[in-house]
């Protein structure tokens, strides 16, 4: 039987896994990824972490059909690498070719999001549709799309950068990657932060704050992370439900553009700050986001793959159940 490797580099935690041909996961590794020492530390690190999976299932390198990568962003499939990622401290990371040369395998490589959209057609609540969207709100925000039955990839790989979106046009927030007004500015793990100290300032600054009864206005504004603000928001602080509904019509927004763009059946949500804060996320998104699209509203709901579906995506690819065609110019 062959079996086939998948890998997920996020920005946080680096997950490999070993699975068989009908997508049953085998064994499985997750570290937090490597943020010392060059580009090829990332690649090494990968092939470290297969070799002890190997070893603890008992499988020879022999039986490895092919890899496949589900990697965040920016891409260039054509070098096989990430470039100039704003969430990683390396300005150029090759992964096909130290990977081909030390495993003697076919690596396929995509775009994290785009693996998870091609994972939940394959083996998810996708299955079947055509027109499919996939978003994840994590420590960034990223999107896959399936549009009528067509994988959108883009000529470096790029094409569903969703979290780059626009969506404050004032751009009062810079996002990671140096541009004002960012979809991921605003609602992502790293972005939810600095939309609560840009408030908590405003507030302070016009003396707003004065005698409000609120326990997030007590923090320090540079020591708020994501998990505190939704800690607040379930303590059904009036400041934090305040912004948590500027950060549901953000989101919505987003969708939005989204839905206007690729028309979906379906969009399916995942990452971090969805899966474990899903029910201040998804009602906000569907209370706002028929101010904002011009289409039909498809379905929305969160990912039944939950927090392996770019690992899905990636054993997809790597099965050769979603053709990757190379880049064009």
């Given at each position: 039987m062959p079996y086939v490797i998948g890998v997920d580099i996020g920005a946080t935690n680096l997950r490999v896994v070993i699975s068989d041909e009908d997508g049953k996961f085998l064994a499985s590794g997750s570290e937090r990824t490597v943020k010392e020492g060059t580009g090829l530390s990332v690649s090494a690190q990968i092939g470290r972490m297969i070799h002890s999976l190997l070893s603890k299932a008992k499988i020879s390198v022999d039986e490895i059909k092919s890899i496949g990568i589900g990697s965040i962003g920016p891409l260039d499939l054509k070098e096989g690498a990430i470039i100039n990622t704003p969430n990683l401290p390396f300005p150029y990371i090759p992964l096909v070719s130290p990977l081909k040369e030390a495993f003697n395998k076919p690596v396929y490589l995509i775009n994290d999001c785009t693996a998870a959209v091609v994972g939940e057609k394959h083996f998810g609540a996708g299955r079947g549709l055509e027109n499919l969207v996939y978003v994840t709100i994590s420590t960034g925000i990223g999107g896959g799309a399936y549009v009528d039955g067509h994988l959108l990839i883009g000529k470096d790989g790029n094409a569903a950068e969703v979290g780059h979106m626009v969506v404050d046009p004032q751009g009062r927030l810079i996002c990671g990657c140096g541009k004002r007004g960012h979809w991921e500015a605003y609602c992502s793990g790293t972005g939810i932060p600095k939309l609560v100290k840009m408030i908590l300032e405003e507030r302070r600054a016009t003396g707003y704050s004065e005698g409000m009864k609120s326990h997030l206005i007590a923090y320090d504004p540079d020591k708020i992370d994501a998990k505190t603000f939704f800690d607040t928001v379930r303590l059904r602080d009036s400041l934090a439900l305040e912004i948590l509904d500027f950060i549901g019509r953000y989101n919505a927004i987003g969708m939005?553009?989204?839905?206007?763009?690729?028309?979906?059946?379906?969009?399916?949500?995942?990452?971090?700050?969805?899966?474990?804060?899903?029910?201040?996320?998804?009602?906000?998104?569907?209370?706002?986001?028929?101010?904002?699209?011009?289409?039909?509203i498809p379905e929305i709901k969160v990912t039944p793959l939950k927090g392996d579906i770019v690992l899905y995506g990636a054993v997809a690819i790597a099965l050769g159940l979603e053709e990757i065609k190379p880049p064009r110019p």
């Open positions: 939005a553009n989204l839905i206007n763009a690729y028309d979906p059946s379906l969009i399916t949500l995942g990452g971090s700050v969805v899966l474990n804060n899903e029910e201040y996320i998804l009602p906000y998104i569907m209370k706002y986001v028929k101010d904002y699209a011009i289409n039909r």
